[in-house]
C-alpha cells in the first residue's frame, strides 16, 4: 500500500506538476485493478519448455570485452548492451556492430551510465551520479544534456514523448517528495507515489530494473510494493495488478517502524513470514511473468492471463540448452518481446564439464572460453 502526504513545499511541485500536465494536453485514463494471488510456499520446478519456445543462443564478439551487464534492451532487432561505461551495440546473431564510451566528468560526459533508453534517432543515457540525463545519436555523438538536480536509477522507455524516471526515496533529502517523476518531451512533468520521510532513512532496495514497455503501455514496480502500475501513452501512472500473497503480504504498518537504517529494516524483516516482490515483470498477449522474494528465497510466478490461474516456481530447470541444469538465478533480463537469460562465458566453461549441451547449441558452448563475453539465452512465452 502507498501512503501519499503532503506538506507546503510540495504544493510547488503539484502545482508545476499541473501546469505541464495541461501545457501537454495529456488525456488521462482509469484503470481496474486485476488481482494476481501467488502461493510462495510452492517449491514447484519449471521446465523451460512448458511455457517457452523459439529458443536462441547468441555468442557476443568478444574484440572488446563487456565489465558486466547492467542493461540489455532490444529495439529494431538490434541488441543493445550496457556496462558501467560503455554502451555496446549488437546484431542478433552477435556481432559487434558498434560501441561508445564518454565517461567522465565534464560536459558532455557521464560518470557512469545508471540506464539508458534508445528512439529512433537518440540514445538517452542516465547518469544517477552526476543526475543529469545525456542524449547522443547512434553513432555516440553528443546532442543534448539535461541536468535532473535529483537522484534517479531508472529511466522507462519512450511512450509518445514521455518518460517515468524512479527516483528512490533518498530524495526527500533534496525536498523532492516522490519515488516516480513523469518527463514530457525531456523536460519534468508530474510528480507521483509521494513517500513518507521517515522511509527515506531504510527503503533503499535496488534489482534490475523498475519499468517495462509493452507496446504503449508502460509498467512501473519496485520491491517491497505489491503494487504494478500502468500508464498507457503517457497517461497517469495507476495501478494495475496487484499481488495477493495469501496472507502473507508485508502490512503498512511495518513501514511505520523507526528502523535507523536498511540493515536494521532488513534484520526485522528476515524475523517475519512475509513475501514481497516486485522485479523482473513482463507482460505478453496470454502470459505475464515476475519474482518474488519469500524466506530469503526468488519465486518466480507465471500468470496465465487466458485462465486467469497463476503458476509458481522456486527453481527453473534447464530442459533446452542443457541437460536438465538447474540455473543458480531464475529471474532474467526482459527486452521487447523477448526474454533474455544472461549465461556467463566461464559459468558455460564450468557447466559443459558435468552439463552436456543439447546438440544443437553444442557447437557454441564449445568453442567458449573464460575470458569470452557472455552467451544469451533468447525464448519467447508460448501462446
Known amino acids: 500500500m502507498n501512503i501519499y502526504f503532503f506538506k507546503p513545499k510540495d504544493i510547488l511541485y503539484i502545482l508545476l506538476g499541473i501546469f505541464l500536465l495541461c501545457s501537454c494536453q495529456q488525456k488521462e485514463r482509469d484503470f481496474s485493478t486485476s488481482l494476481i494471488e501467488v502461493d510462495?510456499?510452492?517449491?514447484?520446478?519449471?521446465?523451460l519448455s512448458d511455457f517457452f519456445e523459439n529458443f536462441r543462443m547468441v555468442k557476443l564478439q568478444s574484440d572488446v570485452v563487456i565489465g558486466g551487464i547492467r542493461r540489455i534492451r532490444y529495439e529494431n532487432n538490434l541488441i543493445y548492451i550496457s556496462d558501467v561505461k560503455t554502451l555496446f551495440v549488437f546484431s542478433n546473431s552477435g556481432e559487434l556492430l558498434s560501441y561508445f564510451n564518454h565517461s567522465g566528468v565534464g560536459p558532455r560526459e557521464y560518470v557512469g551510465i545508471t540506464d539508458f533508453v534508445?528512439?529512433?534517432?537518440?540514445?538517452?543515457?542516465?547518469?544517477r551520479t552526476s543526475q543529469k540525463l545525456l542524449k547522443y545519436n547512434h553513432s555516440g555523438d553528443y546532442f543534448s544534456e539535461h541536468k535532473l538536480g535529483y537522484y534517479a536509477?531508472?529511466?522507462?522507455?519512450?511512450?509518445?514523448?514521455?518518460?517515468?524516471?524512479?527516483?528512490?526515496?533518498?530524495?526527500?533529502?533534496?525536498?523532492?517528495?516522490?519515488?516516480?517523476?513523469?518527463?514530457?518531451?525531456?523536460?519534468?512533468?508530474?510528480?507521483?507515489?509521494?513517500?513518507?520521510?521517515?522511509?527515506?532513512?531504510?527503503?533503499?532496495?535496488?534489482?534490475?530494473?523498475?519499468?517495462?514497455?509493452?507496446?504503449?503501455?508502460?509498467?512501473?514496480?519496485?520491491?517491497?510494493?505489491?503494487?504494478i502500475y500502468k500508464s498507457i501513452r503517457g497517461s497517469n501512472i495507476q495501478p494495475f495488478y496487484c499481488v495477493d500473497y495469501k496472507g502473507k503480504n508485508v502490512p503498512s504498518s511495518f513501514f511505520s517502524g523507526n528502523y535507523a537504517n536498511v540493515v536494521e529494516f532488513r534484520q526485522e524483516y528476515n524475523k517475519t513470514s512475509y513475501a514481497h516482490g516486485v522485479f523482473s515483470f513482463v507482460e505478453f498477449d496470454r502470459f505475464l511473468m515476475f519474482g518474488s522474494n519469500y524466506q530469503q528465497k526468488i519465486k518466480l510466478t507465471i500468470f496465465d492471463r487466458k485462465e486467469e490461474i497463476s503458476h509458481t516456481f522456486s527453481d527453473v530447470v534447464d530442459d533446452v540448452y542443457f541437460n536438465d541444469l538447474t540455473f543458480p538465478e531464475i529471474m532474467s533480463y526482459q527486452a521487447d518481446k523477448h526474454i533474455f537469460f544472461i549465461i556467463n562465458a566461464y559459468q558455460a566453461v564450468e557447466w559443459r564439464k558435468e552439463n552436456s549441451p543439447k546438440e544443437r547449441f553444442k557447437e557454441i558452448v564449445n568453442d567458449t572460453e573464460e575470458d569470452d563475453n557472455p552467451l544469451l539465452l533468447i525464448f519467447d512465452f508460448k501462446q
Not at 510462495?40 to 521446465?47: E, F, G, H, R
Request: proline share 3%.
Open 40 to 47: 510462495v510456499t510452492s517449491n514447484a520446478k519449471l521446465k
Open 118 to 127: 534508445v528512439d529512433d534517432d537518440t540514445i538517452t543515457i542516465l547518469d
Open 153 to 227: 536509477w531508472a529511466i522507462s522507455p519512450t511512450v509518445d514523448r514521455y518518460n517515468f524516471l524512479y527516483c528512490g526515496y533518498e530524495n526527500i533529502l533534496l525536498n523532492f517528495p516522490s519515488k516516480l517523476r513523469r518527463m514530457c518531451s525531456g523536460q519534468p512533468d508530474s510528480l507521483y507515489l509521494f513517500i513518507k520521510e521517515n522511509q527515506a532513512d531504510f527503503m533503499h532496495f535496488r534489482y534490475k530494473d523498475n519499468f517495462f514497455r509493452n507496446q504503449d503501455a508502460v509498467y512501473f514496480f519496485e520491491l517491497f510494493n505489491d503494487t
